[in-house]
Every structure is written in structure tokens, then in C-alpha cells.
């Protein structure tokens, strides 16, 4: 991934139009917009303060790969075992339900999308509204407490989308972050890129699909443990 996808992602992941982001950087939309159309790039100066901003290293900036990772989300230090179990079940229970082909349950509110799963103590819910574009909430529960939540909104932009390729896209989800999909994923038509930032305790991330370099599919989300 070059710089100008790099920028663009970032961007987008915090919700920040050209506008505002040549506003904190203290330049011009134009300049914002030559970057991102690869017409132009940064000074030094300017690199740094994006830098800064995002949280990220000047290296991740410059330097070319397929790594679509802004920052990981891992467990801190601090980490309780009950973390580790939580995704743990997070990931199963995602692989087994939309992801994974399963079968909805009795709509919990109008017209929603629900899908539910429990083994013992643990219990997870999905319930979604919408099509072409919409908005849902995934929660985790142990025991009858809330331990995690997580909402995302997302919408169809190209008629080129495939629902088969998403659902195989966070199916591949890591281990250590189920919370969409991984970084990196596609089928050689299709690519699927997701950046997260912050820790289990709070975070927010942006997944997008692309048909042969032309956006069909994007999706904000963001969520964390409960208190």
C-alpha cells in the first residue's frame, strides 16, 4: 500500500473530511487532494505532522506494502484471562453466525437481521437493520453481563459487490481481533483492506471491499469492553 491509500484510509477511519484534515495540518484542500491522487507529496515538515496526528510512524507513512494495519489491537500488559476468553468467543461466535452462513433468528425489532449464538455462559447477538446501506450492534454477554459492544454502519456503493466475498473476508479475521476482518484479504477481482485503531478497551476502525480498483462496499465501526 502506497502513501496516498496509507493517507486516504487514515483519513477516512477518523471520520475527517479533505477540509478538516488540511485545517489540522495547516495546509491547503489542495494539497490534501494532490496527495491523495498521488500528483504530489508531502514535505518532510508536513509528513511529520501526520505523523503526529494519526499516531503512526513516519516509516509506516513512506514505506511501501501490503500491510493495511494502522496500529494493532492487542491485549495490553494488563490483560485479564476474561480478555482473552472474550475473543476468544468473539471469534467463534462471529465465524458461525453471518460470517459464517448461520441462521437468523426471530427478528428483536422491526424488520432487523438477528443472529445469535451461546456456548455455556458465554452469549453473543447481532442485530442489524437495513440493505444497500445499513447500521447494526454485536454484543457479548457472560453470565448475563455485558462485557463488550461494538456498532458499525456501512452501505453498498458498486454494483459489483459480493456479499459470499465479505462473509469470507471476516471469516479470516485474526485470532487476536475479531472485530471485522483482517487487514488484507482478496480473491484476485476482489480486495478487502480494514484499518483499527485503539485497544480492546476502546477503538474504531473502516473496512472497505474494491472490484478490480473500483470501490463497491465501505463500513465505520467502532466499540470496545463494557464497564
Not at 27 to 42: F, G, H, M, N, T
Not at 64 to 84: F, G, N, Y
Not at 103 to 116: I, L, Q, W
Request: hydrophobic share 35%; glycine share 8%.
Amino acid at each position: 500500500m502506497d502513501f496516498a491509500t496509507k493517507l486516504t484510509m487514515l483519513r477516512r477511519n477518523r471520520g475527517y473530511s479533505q477540509d478538516v484534515l488540511a485545517e489540522k495540518l495547516n495546509v491547503s484542500r489542495q494539497a490534501v487532494s494532490k496527495w491523495e491522487r498521488r500528483l504530489s507529496e508531502p514535505e518532510i515538515t508536513s509528513l511529520l505532522a501526520i505523523s503526529r496526528l494519526f499516531q503512526v510512524t513516519v516509516d509506516y507513512l513512506v514505506r511501501e506494502d501490503t500491510d493495511c494495519m494502522v496500529q494493532p489491537v492487542r491485549l495490553t500488559d494488563d490483560s485479564t484471562q476474561l480478555d482473552t476468553e472474550l475473543l476468544a468467543f468473539l471469534a467463534r461466535a462471529s465465524r458461525e453466525t453471518y460470517a459464517g452462513y448461520g441462521e437468523e433468528t426471530a427478528s428483536s425489532r422491526p424488520a432487523s437481521h438477528d443472529y445469535h449464538y451461546q456456548e455455556g455462559e458465554w452469549e453473543y447477538i447481532d442485530t442489524w437493520l437495513g440493505g444497500q446501506a445499513f447500521a447494526g450492534e454485536e454484543a457479548v454477554w457472560k453470565n448475563g453481563r455485558a462485557l463488550y459492544a461494538m456498532n458499525y454502519c456501512g452501505r453498498v456503493v458498486g454494483e459489483n459487490f459480493s456479499g459470499d466475498f465479505l462473509k469470507a473476508a471476516l471469516r479470516a479475521a485474526p485470532e487476536h481481533q475479531p472485530f471485522r476482518g483482517p487487514a488484507h484479504y482478496d480473491d484476485g477481482d476482489n480486495c478487502y483492506e480494514c484499518t483499527i485503531q485503539g485497544s480492546l478497551e476502546w477503538f474504531q476502525g473502516y473496512e472497505e471491499i474494491r472490484w478490480q480498483g473500483e470501490k463497491v462496499y465501505e463500513c465505520f465501526y467502532h466499540g470496545g469492553k463494557m464497564g
